[in-house]
């Protein structure tokens, strides 16, 4: 038994845990960073400690401040979320050590299902479907290659004990296998600090199916049914759906009856995912299990009707699971999608800054999992997902229909995020028909709008012209020279949308403003302005736009799509051609993993440099103009702040121009 739950994460996990726990009649502990201090999950929580500076390997995957923080407060539990340490199976034992419960599956199986070697060769010998492959602890190319040449190519390469992408490479041809099995090997060593991996057969346009599972201390297995988590980026999920649109009841069995095996073959205990990979002709394969609570578990929940927090904590209580296979019913249909800070047409490149206003959205079928709140701040330390909103129905079409709603109405202003991305996936013919496969974003979604720069449009161009004119120009408009004594005047303003600058005109004749963007003239009639949100008729039709004004920058949310603009009226010109400063610097705090080029090299603008890895994911560093790299001030392996200078692109002053100059 336990009476206090030290919960051993951040962000969105950490509050939905903290909100079963409580309920139960747990008291809860809640640990910090300093860049998490005021954060919503430390508010919640019963009590807080600190466990250390913002980089999470001196924070959250502090296993000694994580047990010390236990101590320090009585707590006899502890639950780890997902992510940070919660597959550790050091962690596990330690727990155990110190006579704190964990939340969770006991250290072995942990151990053989973090090895994907290991936890293959265990399926296969439970009689559960795997993927045809090779493993091995050889470094040399020969045996890969000829084993390679057995399975039939494409093959992929995957590193044995980690997952998101992570050592993850896509091999067509012969003659690359051995190098990219040496970019595999050393960015398994980088991420996971093992640099085993394992070859197998490359399923063309495979679905991604995972069920889950729940085990008791008793003996007993079940399953919950099925989750399509197949729309990836960057073998990274994006939506996860339950049930799945493309398993059938006779799968459904199949499957969950396979998963029931895995789980029972590594004497599995508490909550606990098994992947497939599904081919085309329905054939799934084992792919890896997951010792944790999923981040798509809520899908999950909202067609079960289950608690799966309430029943990991009953389970580690020594409770027996309060139902059996037969009493499982799965009813309606779920879907979420993760909202993360990062810019979709940036090859989806995580992105940092400050939370402005936030309003998730509300209505009936909608959950919002979340741990951010208005004044807070992105930062570069962890995941870049902030939010998760999910939507059921009685069918799918009203569970995406509604999710689509709720992601128009998300309000987030301040950090760039991929809300409109989002509902623009969801609002896709495939994704709509039940059709999308892993392939689905590379293929038919690869034009969509959402995945190039955001272009204001004449109408979202006037609505900004009028809030921005409203709150910061109408006042000392007579000081721009805009004053007259006979018909309104035209105040001119310049708009940059972060890509494309557009003046606009705009006649402010008192309750109606006529602006004009090109050769497009709009009306305007503001009905109501408070408290950041502008209630007007543009041309006719009545809507309402959300926004935050902060140093001459507007950030608004009308119509769906979130826009960030800037009054350049008065900024200093630049020419076209005019190039960057050369100076190469960080994008955000991080570890530099490669440095491409040596000084004296000539390179040009929009060569890559360097790679900077950083919330997850890899970072091109780029150069901004042509010329010779110099001053190199980093190697492979540095820790570097954000905005830090790495190096330079020095371009050399020509005779022609010293010339000029005397």
Not at 237 to 266: L, N
Not at 537 to 563: E, I, K
């Amino acid at each position: 038994m336990f009476n206090k739950l030290l919960i051993a994460n951040r962000s969105e996990i950490a509050v939905r845990v903290n909100r079963t726990a409580q309920a139960l009649g747990y008291r809860t502990v809640a640990v910090f960073s300093d860049a998490d201090r005021d954060a919503p999950h430390v508010r919640m929580a019963d009590e807080a400690v600190r466990v250390g500076p913002a980089p999470a390997g001196e924070s959250y995957l502090n296993i000694e401040a994580i047990l010390e923080a236990a101590r320090l407060t009585g707590a006899d539990a502890v639950h780890p979320g997902y992510g940070f340490l919660s597959e550790n199976a050091a962690f596990v034992s330690a727990c155990a050590e110190h006579g704190i419960t964990f939340i969770g599956p006991p250290a072995h199986a942990m151990e053989l299902m973090g090895s994907k070697r290991r936890s293959k060769e265990a399926m296969a010998e439970a009689g559960v479907p795997t993927v045809p492959g090779f493993q091995s602890a050889e470094t040399d190319p020969s045996p890969w290659q000829k084993a390679a040449d057995g399975i039939g190519y494409p093959v992929m390469i995957k590193a044995s004990a980690g997952g998101g992408g992570r050592g993850m490479r896509l091999v067509h041809e012969p003659d690359k296998l051995a190098d990219e099995l040496a970019r595999a090997r050393s960015e398994a060593e980088s991420a996971f600090g093992d640099g085993e991996l394992i070859l197998e057969k490359a399923i063309v346009r495979p679905r991604h199916i995972e069920i889950q599972v729940f085990a008791d201390q008793q003996g007993h297995a079940i399953h919950l049914g099925e989750r399509d988590c197949s729309v990836q980026r960057r073998h990274q999920k994006v939506v996860e759906e339950a049930p799945s649109p493309f398993v059938d009841e006779s799968m459904r069995q199949a499957m969950g009856d396979a998963a029931v095996k895995a789980a029972q073959a590594c004497g599995y205990v508490g909550a606990g995912t098994v992947e497939f990979i599904v081919d085309e002709a329905r054939n799934f394969y084992f792919l890896e299990m997951n010792t944790r609570l999923q981040v798509e578990h809520p899908v999950t929940e909202m067609v079960t009707g289950l608690d799966l927090v309430a029943l990991q904590l009953r389970i580690a209580a020594g409770e027996p699971l309060p139902l059996v296979q037969d009493e499982v019913r799965i009813c309606g249909h779920a879907i979420e999608v993760r909202l993360y800070a990062e810019d979709p047409a940036q090859s989806y490149m995580p992105q940092t800054g400050p939370v402005h206003s936030w309003i998730p959205p509300e209505g009936d079928g909608i959950r919002v999992d979340h741990g951010i709140s208005a004044g807070m701040r992105v930062t570069p330390h962890y995941d870049p997902m902030i939010a998760k909103v999910v939507a059921s129905g009685p069918d799918r079409g009203m569970a995406r229909r509604r999710l689509i709603r709720a992601l128009e109405d998300t309000v987030l202003l301040g950090v760039t995020h991929n809300a409109w991305f989002l509902s623009r996936v969801l609002a896709h013919e495939t994704f709509a028909a039940g059709e999308a496969t892993t392939a689905f974003l590379d293929t038919e979604f690869r034009d969509d709008p959402s995945l190039k720069p955001i272009q204001a449009t004449a109408t979202e161009l006037a609505v900004a012209a009028l809030v921005l004119y409203r709150n910061e120009i109408k006042a000392d408009y007579a000081d721009r020279g805009g004053w007259s004594n006979s018909l309104p005047s035209a105040c001119p303003m310049l708009l940059n949308d972060g890509h494309t600058g557009t003046w606009v005109r705009l006649r402010d004749h008192g309750s109606e403003a006529c602006i004009t963007v090109g050769d497009q003239e709009h009306r305007l009639v503001a009905e109501d302005h408070r408290d950041g949100v502008l209630s007007l008729s543009a041309d006719g039709v009545r809507r309402a736009c959300q926004y935050q004004l902060v140093d001459h920058s507007l950030y608004c949310h009308l119509s769906g799509r979130t826009l960030a603009l800037q009054d350049a009226t008065h900024a200093p010109a630049r020419r076209a051609d005019e190039q960057g400063s050369g100076e190469v610097r960080a994008t955000m705090d991080g570890a530099v993993i490669e440095v491409g080029v040596a000084e004296g090299d000539a390179v040009q603008a929009g060569q890559t440099l360097a790679v900077l890895e950083a919330m997850k994911m890899e970072h091109p560093l780029k150069a901004d103009r042509d010329g010779t790299i110099s001053d190199i001030r980093v190697s492979a392996g540095d820790q570097v702040r954000n905005r830090q200078v790495l190096m330079t692109v020095f371009v050399a002053e020509s005779p022609h121009s010293k010339e000029n100059a005397e």
